[in-house]
């Protein structure tokens, strides 16, 4: 995927990457979808600041982002924490020699429950997760983007389709990501007249991440209370969304059932192809593109 990209690039007559002598932040990048959009970033010149609360993984991605020759540094912390903001804005301008052109809203996780049993914690936590820590960000980075230096400035801003159509037992979380369409809209055409400011949002449908496994292998994460936050899909519902095999159990080689029937592709996405469409939307190819809801979904709910 990388190659290709880098072969698109240069095809395209940007030789030093479509991202080059560029500086951006990427929220949650120590694994999954944020630590391969800092890894393509930075194989397209930019340099990038790996944010994610845990300091171990996001010192991994940067390490491995300068040991294969690019640029990188890791500024971990928490996000929901308005001094980490702060904090993470100036070093990430300081990296860049007093420059910030890209910022990837990337990181979150769910907590879900069905209507009548959700609790504050989990409303309240989400909710600021997925807009309140964005908008902070935004906020404390707006000094590097609203400026007329003719250089480009992107902010990609990571919605779930959940946000775009609803989805049971995720209230909290389809409400903040219907927000965060909201908030992509006005920074796009508040920041967009004067500065050139572009700012997009990349709606995901299934991707393979520790957010769409089984919940029975127990990843979680550690709420902002000390709660273990368990993370997946039980392996029922999973299996309700795959495709069976002819009815009498044998194969039908002429027809064979999708495994994911209500994908058109007929298979999740990868987190590499994940990042690849936020690297677009950040790139020169999506130079006339702003305020927009990008659906990444291999046709889901088309």
Known sequence: ???????????????????????????????????????????????????????VKAQAVADSITSSGGQALAVPGDILQASYVDALVSRAASFGGGKIHIIVNNAGYTWDGVIHKTTDAQWETIIALHCTAPFRLVRAASPYFRVQDGEPRAIVN??????????????????????????????????????????????????????????????FVVGPGGEKIPLGIPQRQRDAKKGGGAADGKEDKKAAAPTFPDIPLGRPGSATEAAASILAVASPLFSYVTGQTIMVTGGRNM
Request: glycine share 14%; net charge positive; proline share 2%.
């Open 158 to 219: 990571i919605s779930s389709t959940s946000g775009v159509h609803g989805n049971a037992g995720q209230i909290n979380y389809a409400l903040a990501k219907a927000g965060v369409t909201g908030m992509t809209k006005t920074i796009a055409k508040e920041w967009g007249p004067r500065f050139g400011v572009r700012c997009n949002a990349v709606a995901f449908g299934h991707i393979e991440t520790r957010l769409t496994a089984a919940k029975e292998d127990g990843a």
């Open 1 to 55: 995927m990388a190659d290709r990209i880098a072969q698109l690039a240069t095809h395209l007559n940007y030789p030093r990457g479509l991202l080059a002598g560029q500086v951006a932040i990427v929220t949650g990048s120590g694994q999954g979808i944020g630590a391969e959009t800092a890894r393509l970033f930075a194989n397209e010149g930019a340099k990038v600041v790996v944010a994610d609360i845990d300091a």
